[in-house]
């Protein structure tokens, strides 16, 4: 036992000796390294992160003025602007084109009346010129027309109206004048002594006027016919205007 501690004295006394000199030799090293290292941790807790108690100015009562702050500058932040619906895309109007002349509807034709007699015209109108009579053997006017049609045979009003007159006419006859509306007047002449009307007489369209006789002289020469003439404000016109009638040929 004695031996042990005697070697581990020995041992210790050798280990004082090395140490002894390495310090003399390093030491300054390793004073200077032992510095440096204290010197980093010395940083390290300075600038490491602080709890909130440890700083200073995170007392309660800037806490609650921060906090204020924040609700503040919370009221006072603007909120986002609505986006405005887009409006709606305008209505075009199409102009007329007042350049282009507007196509006219074409005027309906007025409807003419039906004949007096079912016939053929041997003689046509002729206010403004002269045809030939074969009665009296010369050109002369003719303000009607002459519609062949069997002696006897019934004539009929062209339209409604009222009888203006019944008489017998130095060149053509027995005649019957009928007024009708929009100052129109028809006139059918030759006829049979003795019609049945009279003055006065209001006649449907239709209504008999008499019969085909041959009582005009100016026309005797002619077939058997009715003279019938058709008049507007007192004057004649062309009774195939205004009536149905079947031309000769």
């Known amino acids: 036992m004695e031996k042990q501690n005697n070697r581990f004295?020995?041992?210790?006394?050798?280990?004082?000796?090395?140490?002894?000199?390495?310090?003399?030799?390093?030491?300054?090293?390793?004073?200077?390294?032992?510095?440096?290292?204290?010197?980093?941790?010395?940083?390290?807790?300075?600038?490491?992160?602080?709890?909130?108690?440890?700083?200073?100015?995170?007392?309660?009562?800037?806490?609650?003025?921060?906090?204020?702050?924040?609700?503040?500058?919370?009221?006072?932040?603007?909120?986002?602007?609505?986006?405005?619906?887009?409006?709606?895309?305008?209505?075009?109007?199409v102009m007329p084109d007042f350049t282009i002349a507007p196509t006219k509807a074409p005027k309906k034709a007025p409807s003419?009346?039906?004949?007096?007699?079912?016939?053929?015209?041997?003689?046509?109108?002729?206010?403004?010129?002269?045809?030939?009579?074969?009665?009296?053997?010369?050109?002369?006017?003719?303000?009607?027309?002459?519609?062949?049609?069997?002696?006897?045979?019934?004539?009929?009003a062209v339209l409604a109206g009222k009888v203006a007159n019944v008489y017998e006419d130095d060149l053509f006859g027995v005649t019957v004048v009928i007024e009708h509306s929009e100052k129109r007047k028809t006139v059918y002449a030759n006829l049979q002594q003795n019609p049945p009307v009279k003055k006065g007489d209001r006649l449907d369209q239709g209504n008999i006027v008499g019969l085909i006789g041959d009582t005009a002289v100016v026309e005797c020469a002619e077939d058997a016919h009715l003279h019938f003439e058709f008049h507007v404000d007192n004057e004649p016109v062309d009774p195939a205007e205004y009536v149905l009638l079947i031309k000769d040929g």
């Not at 108690?53 to 003025?65: G, H, L, R, Y």
């Not at 009346?113 to 016939?119: E, L, T, Y």
């Open 9 to 93: 004295k020995l041992k210790y006394g050798e280990f004082k000796k090395k140490a002894a000199s390495f310090l003399e030799k390093k030491g300054f090293y390793f004073v200077l390294l032992v510095c440096l290292a204290l010197t980093g941790i010395a940083v390290a807790i300075t600038l490491g992160p602080k709890k909130p108690q440890d700083d200073p100015s995170s007392t309660p009562d800037t806490v609650e003025a921060r906090h204020s702050e924040d609700e503040s500058i919370a009221m006072i932040t603007p909120s986002p602007t609505p986006k405005a619906s887009p409006s709606p895309a305008p209505t075009i109007t």
């Open 112 to 156: 003419k009346a039906s004949p007096p007699v079912d016939g053929d015209i041997i003689l046509g109108f002729a206010k403004d010129k002269h045809i030939y009579s074969r009665t009296m053997g010369d050109f002369r006017t003719h303000p009607g027309v002459d519609i062949a049609a069997k002696g006897g045979t019934e004539v009929r």
